[in-house]
């Protein structure tokens, strides 16, 4: 959406029509719409104020309901949006999971996952080291398996690169 003009023009405007000057010929002299200086004036008149009226601003319906859902993540923060959504509709909060991502996210609350997660279903894992700082069963790379001609740098993610350190010293 475009930006309203500035209340400087609004006021050159207003002051040309109150000196005599048609609504038309204002508009010309300034190179802009004679329909915008003719909602200007109407709003002049009613009202006395010339400039441009707030816009945006719009409020979620679940801030009512902010301390339920906060506290609801408190207790348990491994919930998913869709776990969140069906504790909202049980007590009879309409919402969506956009619209409970943006409520906690204008918190900056996170749902990230912090456990370490296979990349992609083509990259091979190895199972040797699962468990070591890791709570999934089959999450880390193999160390000396790589896509390029290069050799692969350990991982020092999930705690993988001390457990090496410790076994090759």
């Not at 050159?12 to 002299?29: C, D, K, N, T």
């Not at 409970?100 to 199972?127: A, E, G, M």
Request: charged share 25%.
């Amino acid at each position: 959406m475009p930006r309203p003009y500035s209340g400087d023009l609004r006021a050159r405007v207003i002051e040309e029509i109150a000196s005599g000057a048609s609504r038309r010929e204002a508009a010309e002299r300034y190179g802009i719409s004679a329909s915008v200086v003719v909602i200007w004036a109407q709003r002049w008149k009613q009202t006395g104020s010339f400039m441009a009226k707030p816009s945006g601003g719009s409020t979620s319906p679940l801030e009512d309901h902010a301390e339920f859902l906060l506290v609801l993540i408190a207790k348990r923060p491994d919930l998913t949006l869709d776990e969140i959504v069906a504790a909202t509709e049980k007590r009879g909060i309409a919402c969506s999971r956009t619209a409970v991502w943006r409520f906690f996210d204008r918190r900056n609350i996170s749902f990230k996952k912090r456990l370490c997660t296979r990349r992609s279903n083509s990259v091979q894992t190895w199972s040797g080291r699962a468990g070591v700082g890791c709570k999934r069963k089959v999450c880390l790379i193999r160390p000396d398996w790589c896509l390029s001609t290069k050799p692969a740098r350990t991982p020092a993610w999930c705690g993988f690169a001390a457990v090496v350190r410790a076994e090759s010293g």
